[in-house]
């Protein structure tokens, strides 16, 4: 039987940060799931921060999983990542060792880590006598150059364009990304398998909180800050809210996630706007315990964005049966189903309107929690067995 070997190179080059990022949590997933499935017949790899391809011992690997996730569950974010010299030894530690006696595999990676360099992939999937399969999250930085960082179009671009040359087989986190990403395989002339695999839901731990969650009623953003997040129009509602109504009819808004890029307008709001104080509060990152804390007691996620590939906090925070708030886009319908609230991203009046319903337990808060009771969470089983399926398909 081929062997199957899991990249691990992003939770490796992450190991400065307190906090997971999506990606960081789907291939953490994606290291258990197939772990389970497939045991001794898993390798690891990596690409190494200092540059070297190889292989991880599977104890080693998973020591190093287990470490990240004892992290993830306990610590808060911080705005300086760990320094260099702090994780040298762990980095040292995990320096990997070159494949030996490479038998026919099937290469899977779940992160864009690398991508960029195509003369780097077709080294290890000759070295590794591999065929590849590789998890495709979204193609935003090229659909919305707008929102990315300023050399973000083309970089994604060498990525996509190195799936479109390179890859056997293409797993998509929800249909819209595989629309976006068709045109791409089209122009490359090769037939590629596509699957469609909804990222599953994850399970939040119960631990104790660092964080204290507020008294008053609140409502919860969780993601970077950066442009196509759409951030500037929640500051806008509650700037708004603050200066017509009473201070005890304004609710809490609490935002969740690490400054991004290009995002002046709204760090300049969040510092120095005087009717945002004592209204909305900004938490760099959190622990997964605080988070599903703050996600189990709040009003409403509210989503507003102009772009997502899937929309993992919807299926969060419907999980523990909070309502969702979130932009009319298919990607976060097929995340939400039926469940949420959908609102177009600019429309202002229809955001105002729903967040204060919600705030004040009115017809569209009901009929919510009304359909929550029928809502069902994608799961992690479901995608890996896509994944799985994927990958015997490539083995026979």
């Known amino acids: 039987m081929s062997a199957v070997i899991l990249d691990l190179s992003r939770l490796v080059s992450r190991v400065r940060h307190h906090t997971p ?49 004892a992290r993830w569950a306990l610590e808060d974010g911080d705005a300086k990542p760990r320094s260099i010299a702090t994780v040298l030894p762990a980095l040292l530690d995990l320096l990997p060792i070159a494949p030996r006696g490479a038998t026919s595999s099937v290469y899977v990676q779940a992160s864009p880590h690398h991508l960029t360099k195509p003369d780097l992939v077709r080294q290890i999937l000759t070295r590794e006598q591999a065929r590849f399969l590789c998890l495709v999250h979204d193609l935003i930085p090229i659909d919305y150059p707008e929102y990315a960082r300023p050399n973000g179009a083309a970089l994604h671009r ?21 629309e976006s990403l068709r045109p791409w395989l089209e122009r490359a002339g090769r ?7 909804l990222l599953g839901t994850h399970d939040m731990p119960r631990v104790e909180a660092c964080e204290p969650i ?11 800050i950066e442009p196509r997040k759409n951030h500037l129009l929640l500051l806008n509602l509650w700037r708004a809210m603050a200066e017509s109504l009473q201070a005890a009819a304004v609710p809490r808004l609490v935002i969740v996630g690490r400054r991004g890029w290009e995002n002046e307008q709204v760090i300049d709001m969040l510092e120095r706007c005087p009717a945002l104080v004592g209204h909305v509060e900004e938490r760099n990152g959190c622990s997964d315990g ?18 997502e590939g899937f929309g993992m906090p919807v299926t969060e925070a419907l999980s523990v049966g909070t309502p969702v708030i979130c932009s009319d886009l298919p990607a976060l319908r097929e995340a939400g189903g039926d469940a949420p609230d959908f609102i177009d991203p600019l429309d202002g009046p229809g955001w105002r309107a729903a967040i204060l319903d919600h705030f004040r337990g009115g017809p569209l808060h009901v009929a919510q929690h009304a359909r929550l009771a029928a809502w069902r969470a994608p799961s992690w089983e479901d995608h890996i067995a896509i994944l799985c399926d994927a990958i015997e398909a490539l083995c026979a």
């Open 214 to 224: 507020p008294e008053q009623p609140y409502f919860l953003c969780v993601g970077t």
């Open 21 to 69: 990022s999506g990606v960081d949590r789907v291939e953490m997933a994606y290291a258990r799931g197939l772990h389970a499935r497939y045991g001794d017949r898993l390798g690891f790899a990596i690409v190494h921060p200092f540059g070297r391809y190889g292989r991880l011992p599977a104890a080693k690997a998973l020591r190093f999983l287990d470490m990240l996730e």
């Open 290 to 307: 605080a988070l599903r804390d703050l996600l189990r007691g709040a009003r409403a996620l509210l989503l507003p964005s102009f772009a």
């Open 191 to 197: 037939d590629i398998p596509t699957h469609v695999a």
């Open 158 to 178: 060498r990525r996509i364009e190195t799936v479109a040359a390179l890859a056997d087989g293409v797993i998509v986190n929800s249909a819209a990304t595989g």
